[in-house]
C-alpha cells in the first residue's frame, strides 16, 4: 500500500499516496494486463460521475476539438505561406545580381573588357521594386481602343505594372496623373474613322476583335532595367535637349537635323509600350503645343517618313489619340512635293514649309533603300485619311522598280534616277546601306495588305534567292555564314551592322509562311550578328565588320579597320534577337540582348543623363564617345529590348501588327 519518495536532505517531505490493484500489489501483471486495468478503472471512475458533471466533461472535449480542428487548419496556411516566401526569397535573391545594372555609370570611367560578362563590382546594387503583378484599373479609367486597335489592353496592362514601379511616396501624385493622362489622350470618336468614303476602294480595316481575356504577363527584371535604361536616356534628352532632335549628352546640349523635335517624337510610341506615362504625356504636350511643321526646312523624305510620320502613326493607333493622327496627316501631306518628278521616283529632301523638293546638290539619283521604305507609312496613311493619294504615290514606286532591269537575280543597285526611273551605279549589290531596307519592306509590305500582293511576294523571294546564290558565304575560323557584298562580279567579306536586320526579317517571312530554309538561314545568320559583338573588345558591334575567309593563326573572324570602328547605338542586331526570340522561344536570345545592354550600359552611358555613340569598340578603357545619342536608340534599340525580355506575345503581336523600319508598329490590314 505504500509508495512513498523523500528528497534526500531535504527538509520538507512529499508524499504520493497511490491506490495499487491487487495484480500490482502482488507484483505481477505484464503490459497488456495494466492497460486492461487501466480501461477498466477509468470506466469505473466515470460511472461514479454524476450525470452534470459527465455532461460538463463531455462539453469541455468537444470544445477543445473544435479548437483544435480551427488552429490546425489555420497553421497550415500559415505554414504553406511560410515555405512560399522562403521559395520567393530565395529567387530573388538568385535574380537580384542581374539588376546591378540599374545605374551603372559608364563614361568617363569604363570597364575593363574581361569583366564584360560578369557585373558591376563597384556599382551600388539597386533593388528594384518587386515586378508587380497586373491587375485592372477601374473600367470608367480605362482607355478604350480606336475601334481597329485590339492590342489596347495589353498596353494598358503594362502601363498599370509600371505604375506600380513608383515609389509609395509618389502615389499621390500618381493617381492624379492617371485621371489626366487618361483624361488627356482619349478621343476616340474623333479619332477612328477614316475622313473620306474613298476608303472603300483601299484596303478595308480589320474588324474589331473581341477583348482578350488572357491573364496579362508580369513585366520582368530584364525588362526593368530597360526601362531604367529609357528612363535614363530620357532625362539627358528632357534636361538638355527637351524639343531638338539629337542629344549631346557629353556637352549637354543638342544637335538640330530637321528641327522637328526627332527623338521625341520616335519615342512617343516606346514609352507607350513600356508605359512611361509621365513621360508620355509630357511629350505629348509637346508635340500638342509645340510641334510645327509650317517651317522653312529641308527635310530627308526617307528619313522623316519612317521617323516622324511612322512614329506618330504607331503612336496613334496604341493611343487612340486623333492628336497623333491630325499630326501624321499634317507631315503627310508636306512631304507629297517630293513625289513631282519626271520619273515619279521621289527626290531625297523636301522642303515642309514651302512645298518645294528636290535631290542632293550634287545628284539626281535617289537611294534605292529610300524610295522603297516609306510604303509601310504612306499606304497606312491612306488606309486612315480615306485619301489614296499617298499609297497610290508609294505602290507607283514599287510597280515601277518590280518591272525595272539591271537587277542581279533579285537583287537591286544602290541608286535610282529620278529623272529617268533607271537604276544607276549598277554592279554593286549589297544587304547594307542604301539597299538594305528595300528587301525589309517587300516582306513587310506585302504582310501589311494580307499576303495578297503577289509581286511584292515575288521579289521578295528572288531577292533571297539571290543574297544566296551572291552573297553568303562562310569565315573562319569558326564558319560564320555572314552576308558579303558583290561589286561587279567581286565578293568582298564586308558586312555593315545593318544587315543584321535580315535574320528578324528572315524569320518573319517564314512565320509567315514561307520557305523554312529561311528560318534556318536566319539561325544562322543572328548568331554571325551576335559574333560581330561577342567577338570584340568591348562587347559592342563595329558599323562594319570584314570576316576572314582563311584561317590564319591568331586571328578572329571578325576583322575591323580604324575607318569602321565606331558604333551609333543601332538597333539591328537586337531587332533580330527580338524575332527569333518570339518565334523560337530559345532564352539564349534574350541573353545574348541582355549581354548587349550591359556593354551599352558599360561603354556608351553618360552619368548625367544620355547614352552616347562611341568612336572605337575595340578600346574599353576608351572608346572615344561621340557626343551624340541618335534617335532611333530610344525609337528602336531600347523598345526592341524591351519586347525581346517579354514573354508576352500579345505586347505587339506579330500577327497583328508590322514594324516598319524605325520599329514602329503599324497595324496589319487583315490580320492572320
Ligand atoms: C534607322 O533609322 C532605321 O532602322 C533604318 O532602317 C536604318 N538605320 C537606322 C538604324 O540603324
Known amino acids: 500500500m505504500y509508495s512513498g519518495a523523500a528528497a534526500a536532505g531535504s527538509p520538507r517531505r512529499d508524499f504520493i499516496s497511490v491506490t495499487l490493484g491487487p495484480e500490482e500489489a502482488a507484483g505481477v501483471g505484464g503490459y497488456n494486463n495494466s492497460k486492461a486495468w487501466r480501461r477498466r478503472s477509468c470506466w469505473r471512475k466515470w460511472k461514479q460521475l454524476s450525470r452534470l458533471q459527465r455532461s460538463v466533461i463531455l462539453f469541455l472535449f468537444a470544445f477543445l476539438a473544435v479548437c483544435g480542428v480551427i488552429s490546425y487548419t489555420s497553421m497550415g496556411e500559415t505554414w504553406k505561406s511560410i515555405t512560399n516566401k522562403s521559395l520567393d526569397d530565395q529567387r530573388t535573391e538568385q535574380e537580384i545580381p542581374r539588376l546591378k545594372l540599374a545605374n551603372p555609370a559608364v563614361l568617363p570611367a569604363p570597364q575593363k573588357a574581361d569583366a564584360k560578362h560578369g557585373d558591376y563590382p563597384e556599382l551600388s546594387l539597386q533593388k528594384p521594386p518587386k515586378p508587380p503583378h497586373v491587375r485592372r484599373g477601374p473600367s470608367n479609367l480605362q482607355i478604350k481602343a480606336p475601334r481597329r486597335d485590339t492590342r489596347l489592353k495589353t498596353r494598358h496592362d503594362t502601363m498599370r505594372a509600371v505604375e506600380e514601379l513608383v515609389e509609395a511616396d509618389k502615389v499621390e501624385k500618381t493617381e492624379k496623373s492617371i485621371i489626366s493622362w487618361r483624361g488627356a489622350v482619349i478621343e476616340p470618336d474623333q ?33 526593368l532595367a530597360v526601362i531604367e535604361a529609357f528612363r535614363h536616356a530620357w532625362k539627358g534628352y528632357k534636361d538638355f535637349a527637351w524639343g531638338h532632335d539629337e542629344l549631346k549628352p557629353l556637352s549637354k546640349s543638342y544637335s538640330e537635323w530637321f528641327g522637328l523635335g526627332l527623338t521625341l517624337i520616335d519615342a512617343l510610341d516606346t514609352m507607350w509600350i513600356l508605359g512611361l506615362k509621365e513621360e508620355f504625356e509630357e511629350a505629348r504636350k509637346w508635340v500638342a503645343n509645340d510641334l510645327v511643321f509650317d517651317k522653312n526646312v529641308d527635310v530627308n523624305l526617307f528619313e522623316s517618313t519612317i521617323r516622324i510620320l511612322g512614329g506618330l502613326l504607331s503612336t496613334y493607333h496604341l493611343s487612340g489619340d486623333s492628336l497623333f493622327l491630325e499630326k501624321a496627316k499634317d507631315i503627310g501631306n508636306r512631304l507629297m512635293p517630293a513625289f513631282k518628278t519626271p520619273s515619279k521616283i521621289p527626290y ?11 535631290p542632293p546638290r550634287w545628284t539626281s539619283d535617289s537611294t534605292v533603300a529610300e524610295v522603297t521604305s516609306i510604303q509601310l507609312e504612306f499606304r497606312e496613311l491612306s488606309r486612315l485619311t480615306g485619301d489614296e493619294k499617298f499609297q497610290k504615290a508609294v505602290d507607283e514606286v514599287m510597280k515601277h522598280v518590280h518591272i525595272l532591269s539591271g537587277k542581279n537575280d533579285g537583287l537591286v543597285p544602290m541608286f535610282i534616277n529620278t529623272n529617268s526611273g533607271q537604276f544607276t551605279h549598277l554592279g554593286v549589290y549589297t544587304l547594307g546601306a542604301r539597299a538594305d531596307s528595300y528587301y525589309e519592306y517587300l516582306l513587310k509590305q506585302w504582310i501589311q495588305g494580307g499576303k495578297k500582293e503577289n509581286e511584292l511576294l515575288e521579289d521578295y523571294m528572288r531577292a533571297i534567292e539571290g543574297v544566296k546564290k551572291h552573297l553568303l558565304q562562310r569565315s573562319e575560323p569558326k564558319k560564320l555564314t555572314f552576308v558579303g557584298e558583290l561589286a561587279h562580279g567581286h565578293f568582298s567579306a564586308k558586312m555593315d551592322h545593318l544587315v543584321c536586320f535580315l535574320p528578324g526579317t528572315l524569320a518573319l517571312g517564314a512565320h509567315n509562311g514561307l520557305a523554312a530554309d529561311h528560318m534556318k538561314l536566319a539561325e544562322t545568320l543572328i548568331e554571325t550578328c551576335y559574333q560581330m559583338y561577342a567577338q570584340v573588345e568591348t562587347g559592342l558591334s563595329p558599323e562594319i565588320v570584314h570576316f576572314n575567309l582563311h584561317a590564319q593563326k591568331g586571328h578572329k573572324d571578325v576583322e575591323i579597320k580604324p575607318a569602321d570602328r565606331h558604333n551609333l547605338l543601332r538597333p539591328e542586331t537586337v531587332e533580330s534577337l527580338f524575332y527569333m526570340y518570339r518565334f523560337t522561344g530559345d532564352k539564349k536570345y534574350q541573353d545574348w540582348g541582355w549581354e548587349i545592354l550591359q556593354n551599352f550600359n558599360r561603354y556608351t552611358r553618360v552619368p548625367t543623363g544620355g547614352y552616347t555613340s562611341i568612336n572605337n569598340v575595340q578600346n574599353p578603357s576608351n572608346p572615344e564617345p561621340r557626343d551624340k545619342m541618335e534617335s532611333f536608340f530610344l525609337g528602336e534599340t531600347l523598345k526592341y529590348m524591351f519586347l525581346l525580355f517579354s514573354d508576352d506575345i500579345d505586347l505587339i503581336n506579330l500577327d497583328k501588327y508590322v514594324f516598319n523600319t524605325e520599329a514602329h508598329p503599324l497595324p496589319i490590314w487583315v490580320p492572320a
Open 191 to 223: 479619332s477612328t474613322e477614316p475622313s473620306s468614303s474613298k476608303i472603300t476602294e483601299l484596303e478595308k480595316p480589320s474588324p474589331v476583335e473581341p477583348e482578350d481575356q488572357k491573364e496579362p504577363v508580369p513585366i520582368n527584371e530584364r525588362q
Open 348 to 358: 531625297s529632301d523636301v522642303n515642309i514649309g514651302r512645298g518645294t523638293a528636290h
